[in-house]
């Protein structure tokens, strides 16, 4: 019988996409839809890929990704976070942070366990819950408490078949951090409830305000933790296909099984660029970390200087204004300011029920375009009836 899966039919098409297409067909549009770095990769890392291959190095891999960039994983967890994973058990090398996603959800989720997220988050978390048989438990946040959740929000939501906690700081879409005292008071959490954590933290090296928080150094989280990163957004890598996943040796071969299955391996000229990237790409991410940081707090001054609240992202490279004021919700005030100004951004609740009165800016776009969309975003408020003014 050709049906699709219940399951997958369940899940609706993500809300970003139809935005894109509209966009495709305009000119003269300003995106500040896309979550996708504009620089590009860094020279000297497509130039390893390029003598990469000039070797000859097109086979697979190791199942587990190449041993020297898990070192290298491995040595950068520690430089940074004083934590320490083995690179022969404990990393696992993956197609982009997407795949680690999947593989840590399919290796410990039964049919009903629940995962617990907090909203607005990521659009992929809860889709990936329901395809490995899981049901995501929402726990809303909102800009009043910095999007992190109260701790007797969180233990609420934990029951019997919670299997894990969903982490994301800095957070897309909003930017959000969580400090060390929240982030040590869930993980305490999860220890009381003897369940798992999964930080995905592919935002960490774009953090602006204060130190990024690795989870996995927390007292008593590393043994519950699978973490998530990768290349994409720090290095500009999103088209390589590159991340990794850490966690204790179980759980790493278990996910370890299920990528041998479905992927094999990384691709081999994505593992030697991220070589390069850990070996000599420091420079780099801070470069265009300075970068982003200026662009941050033009968007930041330039939505509330137009009545829309915009508390400060601290982290990644969205903001998060507030368009309640308009009286529109997200998805009108989007459509119309992409139809009357061609500027894109996407409407808070893409991202779950509780982004509803809000919209996500990225600001991985040129200074220049982000000074121009902003004009007309200031436009489009003023021609609404409830003109900024009386906001
Ligand atoms: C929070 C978060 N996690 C994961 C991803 C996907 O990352 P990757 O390109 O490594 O698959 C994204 C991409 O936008 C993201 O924002």
Redesign the pocket.
């Known amino acids: 019988m050709t049906s699709i899966s219940k399951n997958v039919q369940s899940v609706s098409a993500s809300g970003i996409r139809k935005f894109f297409d509209i966009v495709a067909e305009m000119k003269d549009v300003i995106s500040l839809g896309v979550?996708?770095p504009d620089f590009v990769t860094p020279w000297r890392m497509r130039e390893a890929c390029i003598y990469s291959l000039e070797q000859g190095r097109t086979n697979y891999t190791s199942n587990w990704g190449l041993l020297e960039l898990r070192q290298l994983i491995a040595q950068h967890l520690q430089n940074l976070y004083k934590v320490s994973y083995t690179p022969e058990n404990e990393i696992l090398v993956t197609?982009?942070?997407?795949?680690?996603?999947d593989l840590a959800l399919r290796a410990i989720v039964d049919p009903g366990d629940e995962v617990i997220l907090f909203e607005p988050?990521?659009v992929?978390y809860a889709p990936c819950v329901t395809f490995a048989g899981g049901v995501p438990v929402t726990v809303e946040t909102s800009a009043e408490t910095g999007f992190v959740p109260s701790l007797e929000a969180v233990r609420k939501a934990i029951t019997p078949r919670t299997k894990a906690i969903m982490l994301?700081y800095p957070?897309?879409p909003t930017g959000a951090t969580a400090d060390r005292k929240s982030l040590q008071d869930i993980v305490n959490l999860a220890r009381e409830a003897d369940i798992f954590i999964i930080s995905?933290e592919?935002?960490d090296r774009l953090t602006y305000v204060g130190e990024h928080v690795c989870v996995s150094s927390l007292e008593g989280a590393r043994e519950r933790t699978i973490l998530?990163n990768?290349?994409?957004?720090a290095y500009a890598m999103?088209g390589w296909?590159?991340?990794y996943a850490c966690a204790p040796p179980e759980v790493a071969e278990s996910m370890m099984k299920i990528h041998q299955y479905v992927a094999l391996c990384a691709p081999i000229t994505a593992q030697e660029t991220a070589i390069e990237a850990l070996s000599a790409g420091e420079q780099s991410v801070q470069d265009m970390r300075a970068e982003y940081n200026m662009r941050r707090r033009l968007i930041v001054k330039r939505f509330n200087d137009c009545g829309l609240s915009c508390s400060e992202p601290r982290g990644?490279f969205y903001a998060f204004p507030s368009v309640k004021k308009t009286g529109l919700s997200s998805e009108e005030f989007s459509e119309r300011l992409l139809h009357s100004k061609h500027v894109v951004v996407v409407p808070g609740n893409a991202f779950g029920a509780s982004g509803e009165g809000y919209v996500r800016a990225a600001y991985a776009t040129s200074f220049e375009k982000i000074e121009e969309a902003m004009q007309r975003i200031g436009e489009f408020v003023e021609s609404l009836p409830q003109a900024v003014g009386a906001l």
């Open positions: 979550g996708e197609v982009g942070v997407s795949e680690a996603l988050c990521y992929s994301s957070s897309n995905d592919i935002y998530l990768g290349f994409s957004k999103t296909r590159i991340g990644a």
